[in-house]
């Protein structure tokens, strides 16, 4: 059984549970402060009062309201949910986030230049970026006339424009 995993970088945190979200519930449902229990063993170990009790399904909307920059992704094909807690800069760390998103952008054009083929999340797991991450700069590379998507998002592929 797969267990959960946290990874701490300069920029996030992540934190990848195995399993997705049960029932009807969605990432925008948990933004609104729905919840739903993922986890009755731990439910009963509060109702024994073993773990201590804060609010049953108040976790989340505990984290978003103290860090509202957090993203969830509920990857239902990988049966993945991951919390993406995005860190503060530092000061004075704009001009390197800046050269950094550069360099990140040239490195997906590269790839979709060698492979246009791949997904999104195939750049994400070779350039060991977030999807989110991924997301936006790909927005970014859209958005400013460099890149398009050509036919759909599984048998399309990646067309860079010079």
Avoid at 5 to 19: K, L, Q, T, V, W
Wanted: aromatic share 4%.
């Amino acid at each position: 059984m797969l267990s959960e995993s946290i990874f701490i970088f300069d920029n996030r945190i992540e934190i990848i549970s195995p399993g997705t979200l049960p029932n009807n519930l969605t990432v925008e449902k948990i933004r609104n402060g729905n919840s739903n229990i993922r986890n009755p063993v731990l439910v009963s170990f509060i109702a024994k009062g073993l773990l201590p009790y804060r609010g049953l399904g108040s976790g989340i909307k505990r984290a978003l309201e103290d860090w509202p920059d957090i993203d969830f992704i509920d990857d239902r094909e990988g049966g993945l949910f991951t919390a993406t807690i995005h860190r503060n800069q530092r000061e004075g760390s704009e001009k390197s986030s800046e050269k950094s998103s550069e360099k990140s952008s040239e490195k997906i054009i590269t790839l979709m230049k060698e492979e246009p083929e791949l997904s999104a999340k195939e750049i994400g797991v070779r350039l060991d970026m977030t999807p989110r991450a991924i997301e936006k700069q790909i927005a970014a590379l859209k958005k400013s006339g460099k890149i398009q998507r050509v036919g759909p998002a599984k048998g399309g592929h990646w067309e860079v424009m010079d």
